[in-house]
């Protein structure tokens, strides 16, 4: 087993080299400092939109300023792309060193950028970006630009990821929607003296980015350096609207091109159909010795402070059903179940008592043979009395007690079962690993991407879990090939998972999203995944089959079945399903708004109240082990015995009400417009619920295995 462990701690290990190592720090860890004048290279990656599921790369929007790729950026040539590790890819970034200019403690009233010509098309991709509320994202020091805010009380400042590309206004006058674009950018960047050694030496750190987006038109006066004069009174916004067949340049001369087609069309061919976007920026540095570096990150925390109270009453709704579950398992099924075994064992005494009085009488009559003339003759009325003194000591054993010859028969489809446990195994390990680590604060949101990195790696490593348990489980019910169980369990899951992204994937490629996997990056996957997970999946197999073994059943099985009574209504395989994932649903209902709002709306924002989301996941997988454990004692006390589907079942049945609930949002929360975006939510939330299934499913399983070992031990 060691020897086992040691390839797939090497593959995490390199997993986690992959990433840069400016892009990890655990708070109050890996301080940079700069000196007077040190270049701070700004570097921008992508924009995104909480109306659409669609990311870009901000350079390949076709109305910003490209890197001219000759310019020094902290070290960095402009348009050079920064490394990225596995999660970073996956998400969607594509960080890229920018022109702009940062020195430390260096102020710049006012720089051009560049005159960026667009063509009509141009503009209507601009216009559409800006309608549908896209932000971009800028980085320095690791900080994401953001847009400040403060509280209705004045009491507190918090910010916003991101910045708006430019605004839409209705005007009255025109009856039109106009739209706006974001020409100018004032940053503001704050500062404060480097602890230790580094702040003795003049050195200073960053701790805020904030960045203030302005319109500002064509008519604006502006000096030599095509600045505009007065950035605090500007009267014309720049509007993206080109007249018919004129051209418009930043000077207002206007220029009538002969055969230009009219407004809103686009023939290609006229190259002097074309618009001028001058671009500006300003850079500003503020001391600010009110915020410490370990804690720079909770200004984009700070307007998430007032879901404390509901993340705590979450807690408290989850600690009450399951509070009240537990009383009713203990209560009830605890009393029950004792008073059931020790009448069920009282009448095996008292049977073992009959068939020994019996037995003594025929040795009696052996030993003296006349008794036998006296009696039927032949003995068999000793036997038929013997069984009708059994039958009536047991008359009263039924339910669940009658199963005892059934209640361990291999299920049916047990090769699939046996994978599944197995996968919900590895899942389970890999949640565990994250929510650990990100309540200890070490997956934090300045390591850009970790989260998803280490998931992968945790889930490649928890291969040997996999392949452990589903080879128990398989021997547990009489499997023979646990090579192919093995190969079964290694491919299911990812196979059919990696299936799906690659199938989305051709539709974001076709949208030309940064979310789109590069094909680099599904080689690199296909071959963690089959070089690495596979045989640690295998070495599992090999050592749960050959060393560990199968779990051995309290009772024997007999040859023939037991016929099943008829079902009520409600124990029903899909009536128990939907009606027992109801209870821990209504556990996480009040924690999934936060983790939707993140996921879905808020992507600016971050999850990280990981401590309450660690609370609510210890109290979910209590509340789906007590429900498995009292639905799978109702239904032996029905007499019927096919229990093993059914507890996997009913442990996962809360997610057919989680992706009800995902249509339910879809529908009434969110503003997705566009098919390919409202294909990637459908099915991302439908690939959630089923690794949401297979892990509450693994342990309902377990719990109810356990449950049953015991009551018929």
């Known amino acids: 087993m060691v020897a086992a462990l040691r390839p797939g701690l090497a ?12 892009g990890f720090y655990i708070p109050g860890w890996s301080v940079r400092s700069y000196k007077d004048n040190d270049r701070l290279p700004l ?3 992508k924009v995104y939109s909480d109306n659409t599921q669609l990311q870009y790369a901000y ?3 076709p109305f910003v300023c490209p890197p001219t790729g000759h310019m020094d950026a902290g070290g960095l040539l402009s348009g050079q792309s920064i490394p990225l590790n596995l999660g970073e890819v996956l998400r969607g970034d594509r960080i890229v060193a920018s022109d702009i200019q940062l020195e430390m403690a260096k102020d710049k009233p006012c720089q051009l950028l560049c005159n960026k010509e667009v063509t009509r098309s141009d503009i209507e991709r601009a216009r559409e970006v800006i309608g549908d509320g896209y932000v971009g994202e800028w980085i320095v020091d690791n900080l994401p630009g953001a847009t400040s805010f403060i509280s209705v009380d004045k009491a ?3 910010y916003a990821s991101g910045f708006k590309l430019g605004y839409t206004q209705y005007l009255s006058s025109s009856k039109q929607l106009h739209y706006y674009i974001n020409n100018h950018h004032t940053i503001v960047l704050r500062y404060r003296k480097a602890p230790g050694k580094a702040g003795d030496r003049g050195e200073k750190i960053i701790v805020g980015f904030e960045i203030y987006p302005k319109s500002i038109g064509p008519g604006e006066k502006r000096d030599d350096k095509l600045c505009p004069v007065d950035l605090e009174r500007v009267e014309e916004p720049f509007e993206l609207a080109m007249k018919p067949n004129k051209t418009e340049t930043l000077s207002g001369q206007v220029s009538t091109p002969s055969g230009s087609p009219p407004d809103g069309q686009d023939d290609g061919a006229d190259a002097s159909d074309v618009m001028t976007i001058p671009y500006t920026y300003s850079v500003y540095f503020r001391e600010d010795n009110t915020i410490e570096w370990s804690h720079r990150w909770d200004l984009y925390f700070v307007n998430q402070e007032e879901g404390s109270r509901i993340h705590w009453l979450a807690i408290v709704n989850s600690l009450v059903i399951c509070g009240v579950l537990t009383g009713v398992v203990m209560v009830i099924l605890a009393k029950t179940i004792r008073a059931d075994i020790q009448g069920y064992r009282d009448s095996a005494l008292e049977g073992g008592k009959m068939r020994g009085s019996k037995s003594r009488s025929r040795a009696t009559r052996d030993k003296v043979p006349g008794l036998l003339d006296q009696g039927t003759g032949d003995g068999d009325g000793d036997d038929a009395d013997m069984i009708s003194d059994e039958d009536e000591a047991l008359e009263d054993v039924t339910g669940w007690k009658l199963l ?3 209640v361990f028969r291999a299920p049916s489809y047990g090769g699939i079962l046996a994978p599944l446990v197995g996968s919900g195994m590895q899942l389970l390990v890999m949640a565990v690993g994250l929510v650990l680590l990100s309540a200890l604060g070490v997956l934090n949101p300045s390591f850009r991407g970790g989260f998803i990195s280490v998931g992968v790696g945790l889930f490649v490593v928890a291969g040997l879990f996999s392949g452990y348990f589903s080879a128990r489980v398989f021997k547990s019910f009489n499997g023979k090939d646990y090579r ?6 290694a491919l299911l899951f990812p196979g059919l998972a990696f299936s799906m992204v690659f199938a989305l994937n051709l539709f974001v490629w076709a949208q030309a999203s940064s979310t789109a996997m590069p094909f680099t990056t ?3 996957i296909v071959l963690l995944w089959l070089c690495v997970q596979v ?6 197999s090999h050592y749960g089959y050959s060393r560990a073994g199968a779990w051995e059943h309290p009772t024997r099985t007999s040859s023939v079945p037991r016929q099943i009574p008829h079902q009520a209504w409600y124990a029903k395989s899909a009536q128990a399903i939907l009606l027992a994932g109801l209870v821990p649903f209504a556990v996480v209902f009040i924690e999934l708004l936060f983790v939707f709002q993140s996921l879905w709306q808020d992507k600016s924002g971050y999850y990280y109240v990981f401590g309450f989301l660690a609370v609510v996941c210890v109290i979910l997988a209590v509340t789906v082990a007590e429900v498995t454990v009292v639905t799978v004692y109702l239904q032996l006390c029905a007499e019927n015995h096919h229990w093993w589907w059914q507890s996997f079942l009913v442990g996962g049945g809360s997610a057919v009400w989680i992706m009800g609930y995902c249509v339910w949002y879809y529908i009434f929360k969110l503003h997705i417009t566009g098919f390919v975006s409202g294909l990637l939510f459908f099915a991302y939330s439908f690939m959630a619920c089923c690794v949401y299934g297979l892990l509450t499913g693994t342990v309902g399983f377990l719990s109810a295995y356990a449950f049953v070992r015991r009551i018929y031990g």
């Open 11 to 22: 593959a995490l290990v390199s997993l986690l080299l992959l990433g840069p190592a400016h």
């Open 43 to 45: 570097l921008v990656n």
């Open 59 to 61: 350079f390949d929007l």
């Open 156 to 158: 507190k400042k918090y």
């Open 404 to 406: 005892h010859a059934d």
């Open 484 to 489: 192919r169980n093995a190969l079964v369990t």
């Open 522 to 524: 599904l080689v690199a």
């Open 535 to 540: 045989p640690l999946v295998y070495a599992g």
